[in-house]
């Protein structure tokens, strides 16, 4: 079965700090991946996606992530972190997109707080 | 944008009643709607996957009948917990996958608090 593993649980980060966060999975088939935020109180939104194409995708609010086939990663970076970037921050990884029985898994997230 | 909205967002029941959560996808019709649990400080782990007019498929280790969910149109699924017990207090989330702007996408609700005491 398909599994995503997210590093890193809890990361504390100065305003204007750099930003990387782990993202592994374990899957063979073809994968959609995702990372989504959940700011406090709020829902789930989707930061950025890849299908396919440029492995360096960028998303909203100066979120980017790369995706390395060979290491079965896809880490989310930010050059430059804002106090309202304190969130939860989801991998998910699609399995079997376009069939009919895809399925979308999470990895256990990482908190991340950003001191003023 | 899409929005997905789940109703109640917080539940308190006591123990042996069931609840019944909704999920409507309010600007798109959802062809297929999923459903998570949440424990605190842990992942998304899905529930099950309906779609319209057909019956859900649970995930291994997922109790059907504990867990009844009904997806009657295409912008509505409905949760029923049934004989709730404490260990059925969570947070659970739908998510209401469909064509919305143009984008054919996975979109996700606020959740639902759910309390049995």
């Known amino acids: 079965a398909q599994s995503v593993s997210q590093h890193n649980h809890h990361v504390i980060l100065s305003e204007a700090a750099s930003l990387e966060l782990g993202c592994n999975y374990s899957?063979?088939?073809?994968?959609?991946l995702f990372w989504y935020v959940q700011y406090p109180g709020q829902h789930l939104q989707l930061l950025l996606k890849y299908f396919s194409g440029d492995p360096l995708v960028k998303g909203i609010k100066g979120f980017e992530a790369e995706f390395i086939k060979s290491k079965f990663s896809f880490n989310l970076r930010k050059p430059s972190v804002q106090w309202s970037d304190t969130a939860e921050y989801f991998c998910?990884?699609?399995?079997?997109?376009?069939?009919?029985?895809?399925?979308?898994?999470f990895g256990t997230g990482t908190r991340l707080t950003i001191i003023p | 944008g899409a929005v997905v909205s789940q109703h109640p967002s917080r539940v308190i029941c006591k123990s042996g009643t069931s609840v019944k959560i909704e999920c409507r996808s309010l600007d798109f019709q959802a062809t297929t709607m999923f459903w998570y649990r949440q424990f605190p400080k842990q992942s998304l782990m899905l529930m099950a996957t309906s779609n319209e007019g057909s019956k859900a498929t649970y995930e291994q280790g997922v109790e059907k009948d504990k867990f009844l969910i009904n997806h009657a149109s295409l912008t509505l699924s409905t949760l029923t917990v049934t004989s709730a017990h404490p260990e059925d207090s969570s947070f659970y989330i739908c998510?209401?996958?469909?064509?919305?702007?143009?984008?054919?996408?996975?979109?996700f609700g606020p959740g639902t608090r759910l309390t049995v005491t």
């Open positions: 998910a990884v699609r399995t079997n997109p376009n069939f009919g029985n895809e399925k979308l898994t």
């Open positions: 899957y063979g088939g073809t994968v959609n």
């Open positions: 998510s209401a996958k469909g064509l919305a702007g143009g984008i054919h996408e996975q979109y």
